[in-house]
């Protein structure tokens, strides 16, 4: 059997090794529930914190500002659903784009069904938002933007540092998303000027069930879950202390590393986009590398379908940009937003590498998949014959 090769880091990370200790040793030893007073609960609530400072860190924040979670998914919830609610005496008009992650375009049509004007900022043809076309938009009554720093599907970074200080000037509250971004390219908070982020711990390496919230520190948010007071209040509930562990260590082994890993992954990403253009004549690419995550390659086999293209391919195990649902294939809300046609958009495969990414692997990977598109499009074009 071939071996399997994991071009899926956008989807999730494996454990590193450092992140199942520093889990196992909590889980033995720091199971103290971090509100009891005693020498058990002081030690969890030791742990706790010293994860809240890692996880801070890595994205230049204070530790106070760190905000844990269940990942992302409730991360984003809370900071776009919190700061509307939080500002809805000012106005009720909000602004995000089409390409955002289901976690932060759901919660914007919620808002939008119970009343708000939302205004959904279409990209351009490279999947990028343009800072100019956020800044029209805004009205006297606007209380929030939320950009994603990368996009999770075409890996296009977003000009979140330059909507923060449009937005800074005008006192509006900015939210990113950057579960995606955090650990593959440098991130910090002060210079993208933004008020809330988000954080995925799954994304970096550490278990699934645990993100981060960056609240800035005299921001104002509404609950949107109602208990204790653990965690400033806005995530009542006993904290899962082992897995705050996990990201904070997951962190810890990122931070410092981050501008090597992101040369490291861009050059074993060209070097697999090369072999798959050598592989494939017709492959088209969506987003330039030094526009995209830095581990995110998004190509198109036009007139083909990804999904089948991979399905060929045993021994890769990556995704493509059109879900399938009841046996039909559609295509992805952000090749749309994107104005992609329908033969390019079906054909999408995301290639998204990591760590533990080699240069054997690559090679091997665009080997399988090129050999599966030549068969697929041989198959096809044997079918327009007997057509014909």
């Not at 509006?172 to 210079?191: L, M, N, P, S």
């Not at 509930?237 to 490291?264: F, H, N, S, W, Y």
Request: proline letters at 4%; aromatic letters at 4%.
């Amino acid at each position: 059997m071939p071996k399997k090769i994991y071009l899926d880091y956008n989807a999730t990370t494996p454990v590193l090794p450092e992140v199942t200790f520093a889990v196992t040793q909590a889980m033995k030893e720091m199971w103290g529930n971090p509100s009891s007073g005693h020498e058990l609960g002081k030690k969890a609530k030791d742990a706790l914190e010293t994860a809240r400072g890692q996880v801070a860190s890595i994205i230049g924040a204070e530790t106070g500002e760190i905000v844990f979670t269940s990942g992302g998914t409730e991360s984003n919830n809370l900071a776009i659903i919190g700061a509307a609610l939080a500002n809805r005496a000012r106005g009720r008009h909000l602004i995000t784009t089409r390409i955002e992650h289901p976690s932060v375009i759901n919660p914007f049509l919620h808002l939008l069904e119970d009343g708000w004007s939302v205004d959904f900022v279409e990209p351009d043809a490279q999947g990028i938002v343009s800072p100019g076309v956020v800044e029209g938009l805004i009205r006297q009554d606007t209380v929030l933007v939320s950009v994603m720093l990368a996009n999770n599907e075409t890996g296009a970074l977003q000009p979140v540092k330059e909507i923060g200080k449009i937005c800074r000037q005008r006192g509006i509250c900015v939210h990113t998303d950057a579960a995606q971004a955090v650990g593959k390219i440098q991130v910090d908070i002060r210079e993208l000027s933004v008020d809330l982020l988000t954080m995925a711990g799954h994304k970096i390496y550490a278990p699934k069930g645990i993100g981060a919230l960056f609240v800035r520190k005299g921001l104002r948010l509404a609950n949107i879950l109602f208990g204790a007071g653990q965690e400033r209040g806005l995530r009542p509930g006993t904290e899962p202390v082992p897995l705050a562990c996990g990201i904070g260590m997951a962190c810890d082994c990122l931070r410092g590393k981050v501008a090597q890993i992101a040369r490291d992954l861009s050059g074993l990403r060209e070097e697999l986009y090369l072999l798959l253009c050598k592989e494939y004549r017709g492959l088209k690419r969506f987003v330039p590398g030094e526009k995209a995550l830095p581990n995110t390659l998004c190509v198109s086999f036009p007139g083909l379908i990804g999904a089948k293209v991979l399905e060929m391919a045993h021994e890769v195990m990556a995704s493509t940009g059109a879900a399938c649902h009841d046996r039909s294939v559609k295509i992805s809300h952000v090749l749309s937003a994107m104005g992609v046609n329908e033969s390019e958009a079906l054909g999408m495969v995301r290639l998204s590498l990591g760590l533990m990414t080699t240069k054997d692997e690559i090679r091997q990977a665009a080997e399988a998949i090129g050999s599966a598109a030549r068969a697929l499009e041989m198959e096809k074009n044997q079918r327009g014959v007997h057509r014909s």
